[in-house]
């Protein structure tokens, strides 16, 4: 067995020892949901007895009972039943009961006993012994709320997480990078740094702070200075569009649940009236109906009326519309058009988290009309551009080619040559097996390659996309002339470097740990001038700066000193310039570099502005601690 197979075995298998653990310690009364293992370890889901519950101080007494169990070196049997045998064996267990209830009836079903006493539904595989999770490493961490099948509807249970690790050194390892990855929170540091904050009334939607829009425009403004290097001219189109366009995009059908709608209206009721057999949500069939009351006067809206109308989730439509304006040429292609409208995506209140899940949010979008014979190098062209872009941020990413699926829409010619070119362009980006291929795994209406990036910490994410799209064009009516007079459809290019703005400031946030380049800190320059005599002098400075395009704020006030450079510290500036009486009289800048105790004394103002505007320019990674040039 393969040594990750293996590690799966163990946390699934200790999985069942913390659901015998806790049955041991609040009694055969306690129901058991499902446990499986995760990425770091495993959790199980409970309901205890009335008026227990599991807490942070109960951990450690779990932990004991857990080695307990496992010093007991029980075997463990793996037994095929019948549903009604299986109906019998957990005839006290509701969840299982309605796990089992699902199965076809002539289903074999596997069960697995550890011990005597504690039988799990499981299809395995496990340890043979629980003496094999002698040397297991594991460690209770957090207990949550959950519920039965993730529907908020249904049984809250409590759910208790586990990290499990071949070693100690590993489970040590781990336990520290979490600790720095709390440290590292976006949440944590964007609140102390005043980026962002969010409110109830407006839920998965960020404020964006002064600071925060500081730095959002600053990467923005890199994400436009590289493409117009590369030929895209950008565009802006409605937030919010009458469902014809969404019937015709396909997102009315495939979408519509995550979409903000503004229904039409039928009119209004002249009496109360009750309206019955009404459903959270109509997919779900065993969803309790209900009867709405309606009060006279009431507007009645209706989705179905064609004025309806929806915030977008996606600005592909708007592009496709654009195009379509006029007539075009194979002359004018590829056209590229870049967007950074906002976009708004319902999701569920539980999954939303900071700004790497949010219902508001922009894209570095594009979408580039291109020939079949162009796709390989307009993506190659993209590759370069992610590589650029990921290479100013410090991080490294590696690719992902999603292939043709079995529900794939459009000519199978056309797809074999596009996944073709898209292999081709990975081959001699990365070199063959340099990256990772999902069969099958490709959107319906193309193949696609994502762009995974990792950070400080080691953690991956999916950031950038590139995807084919054979389909749009097709629902949308797009065509060009070709250079032999017929008329052709063009193959569409969805394309994301950044992803979501939000995300991937979230993202950065905690890559940097607050403690971001030069060119990308809301605030590049602070000004303490040390008393007020000196105020003159700091004004203008502060306007040189200015002028000169760099962000500069400074703290006028009849504070002390120390506190003023304490108060910049605190936001993380990298430069705090002390303006004194030499200063004023030399024309010069003393300057405190962030992250370090060491000062820079007397260096020309000019100078320094030259040397801010470089590290702008350059997009500088690192903060220096010397003045060149």
Not at 27 to 43: A, N, S
Not at 285 to 304: D, F, L, P
Not at 316 to 338: D, G, H, Q, V
Not at 448 to 466: H, M, N, P, S
């Amino acid at each position: 067995m393969e040594k990750e197979e293996l590690l799966q075995v163990y946390r699934h298998s200790l999985a069942h020892i913390l659901a015998k653990a806790v049955i041991e310690i609040y009694g055969k009364e306690v129901q058991y949901g499902i446990g499986p293992q995760i990425e770091d370890g495993c959790y199980y889901d409970f309901v205890l007895p009335e008026g227990k519950s599991i807490g942070e101080e109960d951990f450690k007494a779990i932990e004991n009972k857990m080695r307990e169990i496992i010093k007991r070196r029980e075997p463990w049997t793996r037994k095929e039943v019948s549903k009604a045998e299986a109906k019998e064996i957990f005839k006290d267990q509701k969840f299982k009961l309605e796990l089992i209830e699902e199965l076809p009836e002539d289903e074999t079903i596997s069960v697995y006993y550890t011990g005597d006493d504690y039988v799990d539904l499981c299809r395995g595989p496990h340890v043979e012994n629980s003496q094999e999770l002698m040397s297991a490493a594991y460690q209770i961490h957090s207990c949550s709320a959950a519920y039965w099948r993730g529907d908020e509807k249904r049984d809250h249970m409590q759910r208790v997480y586990v990290y499990a690790f071949p070693t100690k050194d590993e489970l040590k390892q781990h336990v520290k990078m979490i600790e720095e990855a709390r440290e590292r929170d976006h949440k944590k540091i964007g609140a102390q740094l005043e980026l962002f904050m969010f409110n109830e009334t407006a839920p998965g939607m960020p404020y964006w702070l002064p600071r925060g829009w500081q730095m959002y425009q600053a990467l923005l403004q890199y994400s436009r200075e590289v493409q117009r290097r590369h030929g895209y001219t950008e565009i802006a189109a409605p937030l919010v569009n009458n469902k014809r366009l969404w019937l015709v995009s396909g997102h009315w059908a495939h979408y519509l649940n995550n979409m903000f709608i503004v229904p039409g209206i039928d009119g209004y009721t002249t009496a109360d009236a009750d309206i019955e057999n009404v459903v959270e949500d109509y997919k779900d069939e065993a969803a309790e109906k209900k009867v709405a009351k309606i009060q006279a006067g009431s507007v009645i809206y209706n989705r179905e009326n064609i004025d309806t109308m929806a915030a977008k989730p996606m600005n592909c439509p708007n592009a496709m519309l654009t195009f379509k304006r006029k007539l075009r040429s194979y002359k004018e292609l590829p056209i590229r058009y870049s967007e950074y409208d906002v976009l708004h995506r319902k999701e569920k209140s539980g999954q939303m988290n900071g700004l790497f899940r949010v219902q508001e949010f922009r894209q570095d979008d594009d979408h580039t009309f291109v020939m079949e014979s162009q796709i390989k190098d307009e993506i190659a062209d993209v590759i370069s551009i992610a590589d650029e872009i990921y290479k100013t941020f410090g991080v490294t990413y590696r690719a992902e080619l999603s292939t043709r699926p079995d529900d794939f829409m459009g000519d199978i010619d056309v797809w074999n040559r596009a996944e073709a070119s898209l292999k081709s362009i990975l081959d001699e980006k990365y070199g063959e097996g340099g990256y990772e291929i999902n069969e099958g795994d490709g959107a319906f209406y193309g193949p696609k390659i994502d762009l995974q990036i990792k950070d400080a910490l080691g953690r991956e994410w999916q950031c950038g996309t590139v995807q084919l799209d054979f389909q749009l064009p097709h629902n949308f009516g797009l065509n060009y002339t070709a250079e032999d007079g017929t008329q052709q459809m063009p193959v569409v290019i969805h394309r994301a470097i950044y992803g979501s703005l939000e995300r991937f400031i979230g993202i950065i946030i905690e890559n940097f740990k607050g403690n971001f380049p030069f060119w990308l800190n809301p605030y590049q320059v602070a000004l303490v001038p040390i008393r007020e005599e000196h105020n003159a002098y700091a004004k203008k400075v502060e306007e040189a700066l200015m002028n000169a395009g760099i962000r500069v704020e400074a703290d006028y006030s009849d504070k002390n000193m120390k506190t003023k450079i304490k108060g910049f510290k605190n936001y993380k500036d990298p430069y705090i310039l002390v303006l004194g009486d030499h200063e004023a009289e030399e024309n010069t800048v003393s300057i405190n570099v962030r992250g370090s105790n060491k000062q820079i004394q007397n260096v020309p103002l000019d100078k320094f502005i030259a040397f801010c505007q470089k590290l702008n320019r350059e997009h500088t990674l690192e903060l220096p601690d010397e003045i060149d040039g």
